[in-house]
């Protein structure tokens, strides 16, 4: 069974720029979750859908970050313009749950970002 | 808000002993903990998942204990190995029904 597909894996880009990450997750995996990873500490949600609906996006910086989710398969997290503190590792994972957030997560090795 | 804690974020084994590695919640209404483990470079890695019902839940090699008495959950791992050294986090699901992550333990198995 394939596993969650991320790119790039590695992006470089200076502040003020724009960056664009793609998910493509589990086959059939109706959830799907953006996490901010910043070095030295755990996943931090970002936003998460259930199918092409936003479930959560609490978390969401709204003013320069933005995802979506259209055919409610691939998703794009977007940045725009960057920060230096958005340096980090951006994971997407998804999960066959509906909703409930108690089944397994199935993460992708993520994006790096660096925002010189 | 509330968040996942851990009690120390480094811990050094000897190959073959046992680890014990520790979490403190705040949220007593959270109702289901994982645990997952993270090498370098990679995505977290589900390792074992316990329900608010349960004290004890055990996998292979790895045992899940939860006190919620004491807001505590720990992660044994048996008979450690060099390919379990990595980062592990304990994540809660809180009411909100968000997945929270706590900042995670480094183990380091020496050989």
């Known amino acids: 069974e394939a596993g969650v597909a991320q790119s790039p894996r590695y992006k470089i880009i200076e502040k003020r720029q724009s960056v664009a990450f793609w998910c493509n997750p589990i086959s059939g995996h109706a959830t799907l979750y953006w996490y901010q990873q910043i070095l030295g500490q755990g996943p931090k949600l970002l936003i998460q859908f259930q199918n092409n609906g936003v479930v959560d996006d609490s978390q969401l910086p709204k003013d320069r970050f933005s995802a979506e989710r259209l055919k409610g398969v691939d998703s794009t997290l977007k940045i725009q313009p960057a920060k230096l503190e958005d340096s980090a590792v951006y994971l997407c994972?998804?999960?066959?749950?509906?909703?409930?957030?108690?089944?397994?997560?199935?993460f992708g090795e993520g994006s790096r970002l660096t925002v010189l | 808000g509330e968040n996942v804690g851990l009690h120390l974020p480094t811990l050094s084994v000897q190959e073959g002993d046992n680890s014990i590695i520790n979490c403190a919640y705040s949220n007593s209404a959270s109702d289901y903990f994982i645990w997952y483990k993270q090498e370098s470079g990679k995505g977290p890695q589900f390792i074992i998942d316990i329900r608010s019902n349960m004290d004890k839940r055990q996998g292979q090699r790895v045992t899940v204990l939860l006190n919620k008495t004491v807001k505590h959950l720990s992660l044994q791992i048996a008979a450690t190995q060099p390919g379990d050294s990595a980062v592990y986090f304990c994540a809660e699901n809180t009411p909100a029904r968000q997945l929270t992550f706590g900042s995670g333990t480094q183990l380091t198995v020496l050989p």
């Open positions: 994972a998804s999960s066959e749950d509906t909703g409930a957030n108690t089944g397994e997560l199935f």
